[in-house]
């Protein structure tokens, strides 16, 4: 295990701090994206989507949705299973098991358990 500091220039904020409704959604669009590109482009799983882990930054060009904390983040070997890894409260449902085989499918289920936070715990703008 690497231990890794992350500066992120410019700063990003906790997802839940969105300005407005729209803002929300790009970022939730944006999240996806880049778990699309990682799995597909560079195969990697990135296995800790949190309320924690999604973020909003804006670099000048408008808010936009990113993913922070990779270091459970692992290569995809079919078939491979993995110690669990992730925030327990947006762990996908289908992954019950101590070792799991852990699949784009429940990193885009953590993603939707996010957005559920914060629709119901937070009141937005």
Same mark, same amino acid.
């Given at each position: 295990r690497t231990h890794v500091h992350l500066v992120?220039?410019? /700063?990003?904020?906790? *997802?839940h701090m969105f300005r407005t409704k729209a803002e929300l959604l790009g970022a939730i669009r944006d999240i996806i994206k880049i778990q699309k590109i990682a799995v597909e482009e560079k195969g990697i799983l990135h /296995?800790?989507?949190? *309320?924690?882990?999604?973020?909003?930054?804006?670099?000048?060009?408008?808010?936009?949705?990113t993913?922070?904390?990779?270091?459970?983040?692992?290569?995809?070997?079919?078939?491979?299973?993995?110690?669990?890894?992730?925030?327990h409260a947006s762990n996908s449902h289908a992954i019950p098991a101590c070792l799991i085989i852990h699949r784009y499918e429940d990193d885009l289920e953590s993603v939707f358990y996010v957005f559920i936070w914060i629709c119901i715990g937070y009141r937005g703008p």
């Open positions: 992120l220039k410019p /700063r990003a904020q906790p *997802l /296995r800790n989507c949190s *309320l924690n882990n999604s973020m909003i930054e804006d670099d000048g060009e408008g808010p936009h949705g993913l922070i904390d990779w270091e459970f983040a692992v290569y995809i070997d079919q078939g491979q299973k993995y110690a669990r890894g992730g925030t």
